[in-house]
């Protein structure tokens, strides 16, 4: 990459920050870091009413990128944070496992007050661990949702040429990789959209190369199909139509073995319909969230 290319994406990512700043105000989130079993993990916490919801993200993902979907979801309370190494949480060294991450995710919850029940939601990668959450902790989910993701290491892939560039974290470090690759790795919205992608990359924060192979390391070992058919609360399911890293046919597969699994297809929507079209997402999980828990949902 020439001298003046590398300026220019370092101005950008200055501005970036801005940007950034910008959309936590807008989303009404309070900022702060917490030690939860000797790690620290820095956090958004955007009151509400009702049941809050713990929001599971992506690999390498910082919490900034799911502030349009907290926008949208207007009143519920909502916890964000970063794994160690995203964002501005801290590196920190364990053997990687969801199993651990959720340890993290629920004591994180409990540092901030939120003791009793709670939803839980994850996209892509942090579908897999709200997953392992709502196993692990089934006393305290009340709901769960699954965007975008999948059972686990034992799935049906996606396409090789999307998988290939998921490998390494080049998409958050240059915003030229990300408007060239952005509709090959995620599909859907970014298809003949280069400015979604840069609008997209601008939000983004680069994780350490340690962080991102300790989450490979965890979601490779990781497979709930063994036991999905025991977690027992009411889950919805949704995958976009046109998402090439996570083919839609694994969403059907999840809710098709939660006991209390629904569906719903984003019709056009890649792998970051939640980013790409959020108010659409807030409606849908709006409508599952109030509805009777008590009532069975049938899957769609």
Request: aromatic share 8%; net charge positive; glycine share 10%.
């Amino acid at each position: 990459m020439s001298l003046s290319r590398r300026l220019d994406e370092a101005r950008a990512w200055g501005s970036s920050r801005e940007r950034q700043r910008s959309a936590l105000d807008e989303a009404g989130v309070r900022i702060d870091h917490a030690t939860v079993h000797g790690i620290q993990l820095r956090y958004a916490w955007r009151p509400g009413t009702g049941t809050p919801l713990l929001f599971c993200n992506g690999i390498g993902a910082n919490f900034e990128l799911v502030l349009p979907l907290v926008r949208a979801l207007k009143d519920v309370p909502v916890l964000l944070f970063d794994v160690p190494g995203t964002g501005g949480s801290p590196p920190a060294w364990f053997w990687p496992s969801l199993k651990r991450y959720a340890h993290l995710a629920v004591g994180l919850l409990d540092a901030v007050g939120q003791h009793g029940k709670f939803d839980v939601a994850g996209v892509s990668w942090g579908g897999g661990l709200a997953q392992r959450v709502a196993y692990d902790h089934a006393y305290r989910v009340r709901r769960l949702i699954l965007m975008a993701t999948s059972a686990g290491a034992v799935m049906v892939p996606g396409k090789m040429s999307a998988l290939i560039r998921m490998t390494t974290p080049q998409r958050y470090l240059s915003r030229t990789y990300m408007a060239r690759h952005a509709a090959t790795i995620y599909g859907g919205e970014m298809r003949g959209r280069p400015d979604h992608a840069i609008e997209f990359a601008g939000m983004t924060r680069p994780p350490s190369t340690r962080t991102y192979l300790q989450q490979l390391t965890a979601i490779a070992t990781f497979s709930s199909l063994p036991w999905l058919h025991r977690v027992e609360c009411p889950a919805l399911v949704m995958t976009g139509d046109d998402d090439p890293l996570v083919r839609p046919v694994n969403a059907y597969i999840l809710a098709g073995l939660l006991p209390r699994g629904r569906l719903h297809v984003i019709r056009g929507g890649g792998h970051l319909f939640l980013s790409l079209q959020p108010e659409l997402c807030a409606e849908v999980m709006h409508d599952f969230l109030r509805t009777d828990p008590i009532r069975h949902t049938p899957t769609d």
